[in-house]
């Protein structure tokens, strides 16, 4: 009795054994938030614009996009003058008077083209550096000749980062 009782105590250790495992796994999970976002610094000049002057390409701003979508991102910028009017030219407006002055945008260097108001300036296909992408954005107008009655004028920029 007592050698089949030590043969089932070895029976099932060993058996036990058989089921110990000899290497294990862990898996670890993070994740990573979207950073999706459009900074715009304004240059002093752009509260203070002579508008009987003529300028070309005068830096008013500097706007930094930041993404980290690996599908990449679109960047537009609409003109609240231009969209009011359905129009493919922003302009100045004046607050007191039916005048207007015309003028044109470059974004990084390449001319701004608007459609019924809204134009997109940045087309990417993949993430920005952790840093972001700096752009200059440039006004050009010319208030020289065209007896713009007295008043302030303005107009304002929208800038929208969406992920692809």
Partial sequence: MKKIAAILVLGVGVAIGAFAATSGNLTLTGT???????TVTPAAVASALDLTTAQNNLAVATITEVSNSHLGYTVTVSSANAVSASSSTPDFTSATSADTLGYSLTYGGTPVTFTSGVATVTSASAKTPAGGVTNTLGLTYDGS??????????????FTITAN
């Fill in 32 to 38: 990573v938030a979207q950073n999706l976002s459009i």
């Fill in 145 to 158: 000749t065209a007896n713009l009655s007295a008043g302030t004028y303005s107009d304002t920029l929208t």
